[in-house]
């Protein structure tokens, strides 16, 4: 399978250059030359799969050309030491919780994917690789713990100073060892813009081995199309019947495309919702047909917290740039903080479950749309403790429970190191490393 550039100025690439690269030299994402559809027998046996047999056979179809059907095998069990399970709230609503792996947020699946398959291919690689990661809350510490002590790989995670929640900001800042936390003066849109700008320049590409952990990497966002294969083969399990609406908290887009590439692979699924905060560009875009980044503001839905989406490049690609046919499969709905508090206030005295801010987003769309003859699952994308300032000052103190995993991430001492959102700082800086 060849990967071809969104900006198709430059030859296609193989997987390997594809993962090791993360942006390709014009800028643009990279993209598989064709979506192998699955046989209908597939969708038939489904049901009876575990989340790990359906991960391998979707990544079979997506990178069974490129890497032995055994060593893909031994990624997709490794990575996938959790469940994602499906849990019915009311009116035919069903949350996906997707906050079961080892930083208790959905990014788990493409971090601890992506670092195992890069450490395959740079076996025997003698030059050290440095992975470029900006975040805005969940992924660097997913990137990050997925990384952590592989051999000849360091990390980078940017960040925007005092834009994550403390618990995510713990989680890739205490880790030491191959991890290094970059805390920049900043929002998340200038730490990509750093991250993406060092890609680019010459200079810093001869010196060093750059790749990029965020979305923008095909190792990294393909594999969550994973959990949507789970999602229905869940549903159909219990003998849930109905067209099926994906409802899907939204930032930098990588997760809701993966569920475009599902749906592409034959995933007989209705239509998505794309719930956004008050950082609503493609909101707008679905509005007007007019796509204008901006930059971003903060929310108390912080991973969400996104002006310019990388991946939105990648939704324009899949249906050729034709708004038309983008809001046939895809409708928006956005919502402010007061909004987002509301409904988890309502949720967890209404249906006794407890919504983090971004779950709530997906949440109170699919409430919001979902129509007679539909199932609806929204994608509950991290633990509520993860946000538990936020969280209990909607719901009360004392009402979330801190899992032990998290607890223990807490006790580390932060070490992140200030950066500007100068390019030239950010450049010396590796420069120097």
Excluded: W
Excluded at 99 to 116: E, N, Q, S, Y
């Amino acid at each position: 399978m060849k990967y071809y550039s969104t900006n198709k100025s430059i030859p296609a690439v193989s997987l390997m250059e594809a993962v090791t690269k993360g942006l390709a030299s014009d800028n643009g994402l990279f993209m598989p030359e064709r979506i192998d559809v699955f046989a209908s027998d597939f969708f038939r046996q489904i049901p009876e799969m575990s989340f790990q047999e359906i991960s391998f056979r979707v990544a079979r179809q997506l990178f069974g050309e490129d890497i032995d059907e055994q060593i893909l095998k031994e990624i997709v069990y490794d990575t996938l030491s959790f469940d994602c399970p499906v849990v019915p709230l009311n009116n035919n609503i069903y949350s996906l919780e997707l906050f079961h792996g080892p930083t208790l947020a959905f990014k788990d699946v493409g971090g601890r994917f992506m670092a195992r398959l890069l450490a395959h291919f740079l076996q025997g690689f003698e030059r050290e690789v440095n992975v470029l990661v900006a975040t805005s809350g969940d992924t660097g510490s997913a990137v990050a713990n997925g990384f952590l002590g592989v051999p000849g790989i360091k990390v980078f995670v940017l960040y925007p100073k005092g834009l994550v929640s403390d618990i995510q900001e713990k989680q890739f800042t205490t880790l030491g060892k191959n991890i290094t936390a970059l805390e920049v003066d900043g929002t998340f849109d200038d730490c990509q813009r750093l991250v993406k700008s060092a890609f680019l320049d010459q200079e810093l590409n001869d010196s060093m081995v750059l790749t990029s952990a965020n979305s923008i990497n095909v190792a990294r966002f393909l594999p969550q199309s994973f959990y949507y294969f789970n999602a229905y083969a869940r549903l159909q399990e219990a003998g849930i019947k109905g067209d099926l609406v994906f409802s899907v908290p939204s930032g930098n887009f990588g997760n809701l495309t993966a569920g475009l590439f599902a749906k592409r692979m034959g995933l007989p699924v209705n239509r998505f919702i794309a719930a956004n905060n008050e950082n609503d560009i493609v909101y707008q875009y679905l509005k007007t047909g007019k796509y204008e980044p901006r930059s971003s503001v903060a929310t108390i839905a912080n991973a969400m917290d996104v002006g310019a989406p990388s991946n939105f490049a990648r939704i324009l690609e899949l249906y050729g740039h034709s708004h038309t046919d983008i809001v046939t499969y895809m409708v928006g709905y956005r919502y402010s903080d007061a909004e987002i508090r509301g409904t988890m206030k309502k949720v967890f005295i209404e249906e006794n479950y407890m919504l983090d801010p971004h779950g709530a987003v997906g949440y109170r769309a699919l409430n919001a749309d979902l129509k007679a003859g539909e199932v609806g699952v929204f994608l509950e994308t991290a633990h509520p403790a993860k946000f538990t300032e936020t969280v209990e000052n909607v719901l009360g103190k004392g009402t979330v429970i801190m899992p032990e995993k998290l607890a223990e991430f807490m006790k580390g001492e932060k070490l992140s190191i200030p950066m500007s959102t100068s390019f030239s700082d950010f450049k010396d800086y590796l420069l120097k490393k």
